[in-house]
């Protein structure tokens, strides 16, 4: 008989951590002390944790070994070495500078190479980097192809970039204005959708001609490269370490949150092909992290980043880390729960929009619905629609197309049970998402505000 396969997970488990089980008038309460916002929640409250995939992933014994080799010296730490061949092995830039994660080699990078007035195009934004290109004086400018905005396209490469949108731009500001692309591997906000290969051989020939730069945000390069393996023709053959060398190719230079598909709990880098960039980022590595051979960590996170950096290359690990999301989506799309489709790499990402179809944007369905799955079973999801859009420059609310929530999974940490769980708790609030009601907001910091906003039940 033919059948398809199952993945199943490339390790086992030697150690466990135990949760703490709550009843749903514990949760009542939690939430409300926590403004409807579930970043305020205590991690203690929550049952299975999918707020983020960043900094969450289970450490392998490898991993904790090289923990206890740190050299913890201040100048010149052996691990830092370490980290660096690993850099040059499997993503082949040239010069590394460490950074205690993601966003210090946004803020590095962004203040080296934007001028006031420059033009940052970008397959989609994320929020740090979009802030960080905006504090430097830049403007970000989304030329993602437009089915990446539409939750219900199937395009198998959503993190496109629209070459004549990227065109235009040049034309509208000259490619002087334009000190780089930001290209983002299996795009976080449009669902943890891929780029093809196809797509940066030929961005890499435009940006070539206009002497433009490609800066690489490759916080998930390898899940990127698993669907280019598994969707791309010509790739199927290719190891995933192959496809990931080949993508960064076509790059100038890198920021690198290690915190998700890199396997650590912390770090960072920037990377750069360029020596002059490279001079003028350890000159300010050392104002804002730390002196360049460390950048903030310390040297045992630096041995565990180069370790998780290989282990994260691994094609059956890829396997068993997708294919458990996709399990995931499978069980909520047989509960008729509306998805991002195709199944992206990192979580699923629920749409709001049409789960809440009584909530206008301003009642913030998609923070309404995360409280509402928090309440039914303790799991924990986090919203990315309006709340996490922000302001722009002028004060004014960004809204978004879309409106989502997302079931991150953390990487080696939760069993096919608990996705079971998780499926069937968004099937509870599905079927009586007609009672639910919108959220105001009460509080709204300054920055960033999808992390400490404060909300409160309309009635
Ligand atoms: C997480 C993330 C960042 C920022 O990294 P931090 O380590 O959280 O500072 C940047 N870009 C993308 C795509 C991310 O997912």
């Keep these: 008989m033919e059948f398809k396969r199952s993945w199943a997970e490339p390790y086992k488990m030697k150690m466990v951590e135990l949760l703490k089980m709550s009843t749903k008038t514990q ?18 409250d929550v049952y299975i944790d999918l707020l983020t995939d960043s900094g969450t992933s289970a450490m ?57 007035g420059d033009v940052i195009p970008g397959n989609m934004y994320f929020t740090t980097t979009r802030l960080h290109q905006e504090l430097a004086g830049g403007m970000f400018a989304d030329v993602i192809i437009d089915e990446a905005h539409d939750p219900l396209n199937e395009h198998p490469f959503k993190g496109n970039v629209d070459l004549n949108k990227l065109d ?30 196809q797509n940066l051989r030929e961005l890499r020939a435009y940006t070539q001609k206009h002497g433009i730069r490609i800066i690489h945000d490759m916080t998930r390069v390898a899940e990127n490269a698993y669907f280019i393996q598994q969707r791309e023709e010509g790739f199927q053959k290719k190891s995933i370490r192959e496809i990931v060398k080949e993508i960064c190719s076509y790059t100038d230079g890198a920021t690198m949150s290690a915190k998700k598909d890199a396997l650590v709990n912390i ?11 490279f001079e003028e980022a350890r000159n300010l590595v050392v104002v804002f992290e730390g002196l360049h051979t460390y950048g903030g960590l310390a040297g045992r996170d630096m041995e565990a980043m180069a370790i998780g950096i290989a282990e994260s290359l691994d094609d ?21 729960i509306p998805i991002v489709k195709p199944i992206g790499g990192h979580g699923i990402f629920v749409d709001a929009k049409a789960f809440l179809p009584h909530l206008s944007q301003d009642e913030f369905p998609a923070q309404t619905l995360a409280a509402e799955i928090y309440i ?22 960004y809204y978004p197309k879309l409106e989502l929530v997302r079931f991150t999974i953390p990487r080696r940490v939760y069993t096919q049970a608990h996705m079971d769980v998780i499926a069937e708790s968004a099937a509870a609030v599905f079927e009586k998402r007609k009672k639910i009601k919108g959220l105001k907001m009460v509080y709204e910091p300054r920055y960033l505000r999808f992390f400490q906003a404060r909300f409160e039940k309309l009635r």
Excluded: C
Excluded at 27 to 44: D, M, Q
Excluded at 190 to 197: D, E, L, V
């Design 376 to 397: 039914d079973s303790g799991v924990r999801t986090m919203e990315r629609g309006i709340v996490s859009a922000g302001r722009d420059a002028q004060g004014r609310n």
């Design 316 to 336: 059956n690990h890829q396997h068993a880390r997708v294919g458990q999301v996709e399990y995931l989506g499978q069980q909520m799309e047989s509960f008729g």
């Design 267 to 277: 770090g960072g880098f920037m990377a750069t092909n360029e020596w002059e960039v």
């Design 168 to 197: 235009n731009l040049v034309k509208k500001h000259g490619a002087g204005k334009i000190p780089y692309v930001s290209i983002a591997t299996n795009v976080n906000m449009a669902g943890g959708q891929p780029i093809s290969m």
């Design 27 to 44: 949760r009542v309460k939690a939430i409300r002390k926590a403004g409807y916002n579930t970043f305020l929640l205590r991690s203690e």
């Design 60 to 116: 392998s014994d490898r991993q904790w070994a090289g923990m206890m080799t740190g050299d913890e010296a201040y100048a010149g730490s052996r691990n830092y070495y370490h980290l660096e061949a690993a850099v040059r092995e499997f993503y082949g830039y040239k010069y590394l500078i460490p950074t205690h994660q993601g966003r210090g080699a946004e803020n590095i990078l962004s203040k080296i190479l934007i001028k006031p």
